[in-house]
């Protein structure tokens, strides 16, 4: 009885040290998904910005290329 429950100890233990490290996996993995996230609404900020400032450039050279022209 003694030898069973040390071995049942034993394999109890092993199934928490796993559990535990499949926790940490797992809050390791939720903050890399908030970090990824962060990132993509931040490239999403700077692409609107881009794409304005592109639009801008364009119009200003439209009006650049056709002094005196009235835009379309």
């Given at each position: 009885?003694?030898?069973?429950?040390?071995?049942?100890?034993?394999?109890?233990?092993?199934?928490?040290?796993?559990?535990?490290?499949?926790?940490?996996?797992?809050?390791?993995?939720?903050?890399?998904?908030?970090q990824a996230a962060a990132s993509a609404e931040?490239?999403?900020?700077?692409?609107?910005?881009?794409?304005?400032?592109?639009?801008?450039?364009?119009?200003?050279?439209?009006?650049?290329?056709?002094?005196?022209?009235?835009?379309?």
């Amino acid at each position: 009885i003694s030898a069973a429950s040390s071995e049942q100890y034993s394999g109890i233990e092993q199934i928490n040290q796993a559990i535990v490290q499949m926790d940490q996996s797992t809050q390791q993995n939720a903050a890399l998904v908030e970090q990824a996230a962060a990132s993509a609404e931040e490239l999403s900020t700077q692409a609107q910005t881009l794409y304005e400032a592109v639009g801008s450039i364009r119009v200003r050279d439209r009006f650049a290329c056709s002094p005196g022209a009235v835009p379309a």
